[in-house]
């Protein structure tokens, strides 16, 4: 709990702040319009699974395609709350239904998966996320392939609330000794082995960690956007989800965080030209990725510390 009451994190937690008022007065100033509101709710989502999917592919180095598997049990447990009993109170335990089970089931995939490497791990995991969407499809609680028609119960700041919580888990989390290890792990997993590392142990900690930070946007997806359906969770959504974290630079929080405000932007832009849109949207991440292999960030991260350090420099210069 002290190292995540430190000056950084203050800072931070400032900067989110001041970026919730000053969205907040946009929204009701009418600047920005119901249709971008929904946007941005959208992008709120998807940045909360692209650091979940960072942390597991960019800080722990694992090809991990089930993600839309553990946003589905988490949307549907949610869901099956908000039909049963209602409002914030379904909601939430809903939410904490959703990651008992995406625990449990992160573990039963972890522990034999994660000693597969590469193309096997991605096989892999992309059939649990499938076997998952097959489960729920054939379920009569979850209403088979019509889904399920919910009230809406989240409001932005519920959603920013949760964003906010999710950075601060996973950025303290790769600063942490276990974070550390993750990434030593993703450098060389034979040295990090012959260093006495139990890597088995850390690769299993930071998949249960992304794989309940998950449950949390397939959760506050269910309660924002009235409908959910097993064919929102597909494999593609994963994919989607992954594009993001490349995009962004594999290890980079903040990678992630731009990444997935652009990719959204850049979506709902070229929905004006739905004919076209999905032939621009991979020219445009082909050309990106052809300039910026290592994504827009790579491993790096924006620090207030750096921003001090350059400024105080510049002031000494001038003087």
């Known amino acids: 709990m002290k190292k995540m009451l430190n000056k950084a994190n203050l800072y931070w937690l400032l900067f989110c702040v001041g970026g ?91 522990i034999p998966t994660l000693r597969l490497k590469g193309d096997y791990l991605a096989i892999a995991t992309l059939g649990f996320g499938e076997i998952i969407r097959i489960i729920v499809l054939n379920m009569d609680i979850t209403n088979g392939a019509a889904g399920l028609v919910l009230p809406r119960v989240v409001d932005f700041t519920i959603l920013f609330v949760f964003m906010v919580v999710a950075l601060l888990i996973v950025v303290n989390f790769t600063r942490s000794a276990a974070g550390r290890a993750c990434i030593s792990i993703r450098e060389d997993e034979i040295a990090s082995e012959a260093m006495g590392i139990n890597t088995t142990k850390y690769k299993v900690i930071a998949f249960v960690i992304g794989a309940l930070i998950a449950s949390w946007a397939g959760a506050l997806y269910a309660g924002n956007f009235y409908v959910i359906n097993p064919g929102m969770f597909t494999y593609s959504k994963s994919i989607d989800i992954l594009v993001i974290v490349v995009f962004g630079g594999m290890g980079s929080m903040t990678g992630s965080v731009i990444s997935a405000v652009v990719l959204g932007f850049i979506n709902s832009f070229l929905q004006s030209f739905s004919n076209m849109r999905m032939i621009i949207y991979g020219l445009a991440l082909v050309m990106i990725m052809v300039f910026r292999p290592s994504g827009l960030l790579g491993t790096r991260e924006f620090k207030f510390s750096s921003l001090f350090k350059r400024f105080t420099k510049k002031k000494e210069a001038s003087q």
């Open 20 to 110: 919730y008022a000053l969205l907040m007065g946009l929204m009701s100033a009418g600047i920005i319009d119901a249709v971008n509101q929904t946007v941005i709710q959208t992008i709120i989502v998807n940045i909360i699974l692209a650091i979940s999917l960072n942390l597991i592919i960019g800080i722990t180095g694992q090809f991990s395609l089930g993600h839309a598997g553990f946003m589905c049990v988490g949307a549907y447990s949610a869901g099956v709350m908000l039909k049963q009993i209602g409002g914030l109170n379904g909601f939430f335990i809903g939410i904490l239904i959703g990651m008992v089970i995406n625990a449990v089931l992160a573990l039963i995939v972890a």
